[in-house]
């Protein structure tokens, strides 16, 4: 009984373990599951963090991960980590320059591109998108 016993605990512990969120080394893991927002280099940092902490509910209803990128730092409702290239990779594989927004959608393709913040014009593209037409059906 008491192998059992540590087997099921063995068992229970690696399903447990695995369900946290990957350390990130670039966006291709968040690929088919989330859509993408990325905020290079922004002057209005602090004012778009509380726009996507207002709007979280509208933010997880199109499986949206966010990230605000500064010279060597990030912000993000991403739960895992990132490996210390994270941010270079990302600006280097979607050439985004600073003071760019960029929506970047499940398929990993950039949708979007913005030069100032309009949530409400990023929900529009989103809720254009038959994947997320589709999403809205159920």
């Given at each position: 009984?008491?192998?059992?016993?540590?087997?099921?605990?063995?068992?229970?512990?690696?399903?447990?373990?695995?369900?946290?969120p990957?350390?990130?080394?670039?966006?291709?893991?968040?690929?088919?599951?989330?859509?993408?927002?990325?905020?290079?280099?922004?002057?209005?940092?602090?004012?778009?963090?509380?726009?996507?902490?207002?709007n979280?509910?509208?933010?997880?209803?199109?499986?949206?991960?966010?990230?605000?990128?500064?010279?060597?730092?990030?912000?993000?409702?991403?739960?895992g980590?990132?490996?210390?290239?994270?941010?270079?990779?990302?600006?280097?594989?979607?050439?985004?320059?600073?003071?760019?927004?960029?929506?970047?959608?499940?398929?990993?393709?950039?949708?979007?591109?913005?030069d100032?913040?309009?949530?409400?014009?990023?929900?529009?593209?989103?809720?254009?998108?038959p994947?997320?037409?589709n999403?809205?059906?159920?």
């Amino acid at each position: 009984m008491n192998y059992v016993v540590k087997i099921l605990f063995l068992v229970f512990s690696m399903s447990a373990h695995s369900s946290e969120p990957a350390v990130l080394s670039d966006l291709a893991a968040l690929q088919w599951n989330h859509r993408i927002v990325v905020v290079n280099e922004v002057q209005s940092q602090e004012a778009i963090l509380a726009l996507f902490e207002k709007n979280k509910s509208k933010i997880d209803e199109r499986d949206i991960i966010w990230f605000v990128f500064t010279d060597s730092k990030v912000e993000t409702n991403y739960q895992g980590g990132f490996s210390e290239d994270f941010i270079a990779h990302t600006k280097e594989r979607y050439q985004i320059k600073p003071g760019k927004i960029m929506l970047i959608g499940k398929d990993g393709g950039v949708k979007f591109l913005l030069d100032r913040m309009d949530l409400e014009a990023i929900f529009s593209e989103i809720d254009a998108m038959p994947m997320r037409q589709n999403e809205m059906l159920y």
